[in-house]
Each structure stands twice: as structure tokens, then as C-alpha cells.
């Protein structure tokens, strides 16, 4: 690994160069940023893979929804569809991307689009469905949109303050770029994270932001999908699970405490699956034993709820430690107030 790093190197000083002068040309005004009246809440994070984002966009949704007339935008990543796209109940997976699809369908009295020109997107959303706040999925670098407020995710076993620039390790931009969040979560925590450990991370990042959270991973009580049941039964049954998401490894974990037996089918993140694919899926579910089950992510099961029929799925929700979601609930509420 030290030899890797030692090659990519040069490749890392280069990707620090370009991705340095390009924000210097926003913070100094030579790249222009769009801003709206309209608050727009920024979720993203400063390196590539799984923090979080999906969860943490629908807290916010369910904290907001019930009294702001809310949007999400999202670029709609993997989709085949092109340009500015409005969400509606015939939409597929393939259309619009799995997590906006997953937005979408999970909540009731929002409006969902998709769009790789932020800009445009939001314009779009502004002057056709007038919302009240907009959440901004996976764009802490698209600097053309100035967003009213940023929440920054970082991994607890993978926080950005400890790892290096693309090529090198995963981080999209330096690590000062934390410094343009008004909040940094930290994300998938242990429930039993110590107040010493929370302490420790929050000393490293005092000198990026002084708004830091803790927050973990909370399986739901039951499966849903095509048999629903409670979780804690999932040990009844054999399971054939399946996914595509960038880290499973916290759902394997937290099958085994269940004591759950199950064959593990591991794809790509936002992985779409051929015919042949979902066939091997079929062949393999036929061959194990009576009282079993296919389980997958709630990501996975939009793309792959209309080509397995006999499929359910697990979901999950972010939870704040020490009882902080309602310090963070208000940071939200009165920024919504001041900005509306």
C-alpha cells in the first residue's frame, strides 16, 4: 500500500493543483455562483463512497416536510433519461436514478427532480412548483450553486481529516474545503461511541467547523417489501441477500448479531442488473431450502422491486447520538426561518 501511494503521488499534487485553483476561483469571484431566494440545503461530503447521504436527505425530508413545502434535487446518478426531469409515478429506476426514485415513492407531498445542472435544475423547480426549500443531494463541490446552508458527511472509520487526495485515497478536494459547511456530521457511528472518543474527533475538527454531530445507522424493526415481517424473525428464515451499495459490510455485521443465516450476492454501488444477472439471482434463491427469503437495501429494492417478484427489503434511518437531533432540528428550523 505505502509503494501505491508512492506512485500516485504525483498524481495526487496534480489533482491538489487544479482542484485548489478552481476553488480559489469561486471564493474570489472569477467563477461565478448562483444564488437563490429560495434556501437551498446542500448534503454532500469531500470524499467518494458511502457516508450517509441517502439516510440524512430523508431526515431532513421527515423534519421538514410537514411545515415547509419541500424539494429534492439530485442529479439522478446512472439514470438514462437527459436534462431536468420531474419525478412522477410512472418513472423507473432507470429513468431518474435509484435514490431519487427511493425519495420519491417513500414520501407523499414532495416534489423530486433530477438534474446535472444544478443551476438549472433549481431554476426549474423554483419556477414550476414554487418550493419552500430545497435540498441539494451530493453536491458539496457543484460551486456553481451558493447554497444557503451546508451539511457536511464524513465516515467514522473513514473521516476526511485522515485521508489523502484522489488518487492517493478518496478525497475529492483538500480537507480545508470542510470549512465552507455550517455543520459536519459524523456518520455511522457505533451506538456505544464513547463521550472520550467523541471528544478526541471533535479536537481534530475544531479547526474545520465548531457545529459537529454524531450520528449512526438505525435498522428498521420490520422487513417490508414482499414478506413482511419483524427484523428479529429474519433468523427463521434462509436469506439470500443482495446488494449494491458502496459498503454493505454494516448490514452483514448487523445481520450476524441477529444470529441471521445468509448468502451474500455483492454488487457495485448503484449497480443495474442484467437479465442474466437477475436469472443467476432466481437460479440461486431455487436451489436453497424451504423458508427463505430474498432481502436486499431499500436503494436496491427500486431497481429491482419489477424484475424479482418475491423480493423484501430492510430499511434504514439516521439516528443522532446524545440526543443532538434536537440542537440539529433547530439549527435547521430558525436557518429555514431567517432565509423564508
Known sequence: MKVLRFILFPFAILYDFVTRIRNFFFNTGIFHQTSFKTPVIVVGNLSVGGTGKTPQIEYLIRLLKNNFK??????GYKRETKGFVLLNKNHL???????????FQKFKNIDVAVCVNRVKGITNLIKSNTPEV????????????KGSFYI????????????FLLPMGRLRERREGAKRADVILVTKCPDDLTEESQKL???????FNKEVFFTSISYAESVLGATEMLTS???NFEVLLI?????????????????VKFQHLKYADHHYFSDKEIEEVKNKFDTMQSSKIILTTEKDYVRLVDKIKNLSYLP??????NNDNKVFNRIINNHLKENI
Do not use: C, W
Open 134 to 145: 430545497i435540498l441539494l443531494d451530493d453536491a458539496f463541490q457543484h460551486r456553481k450553486v
Open 152 to 163: 457536511l458527511l464524513t465516515k467514522f472509520n473513514d473521516l476526511f481529516m485522515d485521508d
Open 316 to 321: 434504514i434511518e439516521t439516528s443522532f447520538l
Open 93 to 103: 429506476a432507470i429513468d431518474v436514478g435509484d435514490e431519487p426514485l427511493q425519495y
Open 243 to 259: 446488494t449494491g451499495i458502496a459498503n454493505p459490510a454494516p448490514l452483514l455485521n448487523y445481520l450476524k448479531s441477529l444470529n
Open 201 to 207: 474527533i471533535k479536537q481534530k475538527l475544531l479547526k
Open 70 to 75: 419541500t424539494a429534492v434535487l439530485s442529479r
Open 233 to 235: 424473525e429474519l433468523k
